[in-house]
């Protein structure tokens, strides 16, 4: 059974960084697209950035390019977002999920997402 477990969310002023993790098991994740979305409060879930389990083909939405970074650490079958510059408006709950058609044109397994709180 595929699991996927986010961490690393929590409070942090304007202009910080966090660190959120997706720790991923159950089965064989080459090939995978492993992507981070975010659902602000009262708004829809939103894509941010996605990556290929090879580490290869990232990709990011304009609302985050430059201040965000999507990462994999393959000794802990892990994929990272790490967040900088963070804005009042990137308050949300945070999730990571993961498409077995290498796209991201669906995804299909997903954690329950960690909350962030960026306070002005």
């Known amino acids: 059974q595929v699991q996927l477990v986010e961490s690393g969310g929590g409070l942090v002023q304007v202009g910080g960084s966090l660190r959120l993790s997706c720790a991923a098991s159950g089965r064989t994740f080459s090939g995978i697209r492993m992507g981070w979305f975010r659902q602000p409060p009262g708004k829809e879930r939103a894509f941010l950035a996605s990556i290929l389990w090879s580490g290869d083909g990232t990709y990011y939405t304009a609302a985050v390019k430059g201040r965000f970074t999507i990462s994999r650490d393959n000794a802990k079958n892990t994929v990272i977002l790490q967040m900088n510059s963070l804005k009042a408006e990137d308050t949300a709950v945070y999730y990571c999920?993961?498409?077995?058609?290498?796209?991201?044109?669906?995804?299909?397994?997903w954690g329950q997402g960690t909350q962030v709180t960026v306070s002005s």
């Open positions: 999920a993961g498409s077995m058609d290498g796209y991201g044109a669906k995804y299909d397994f």
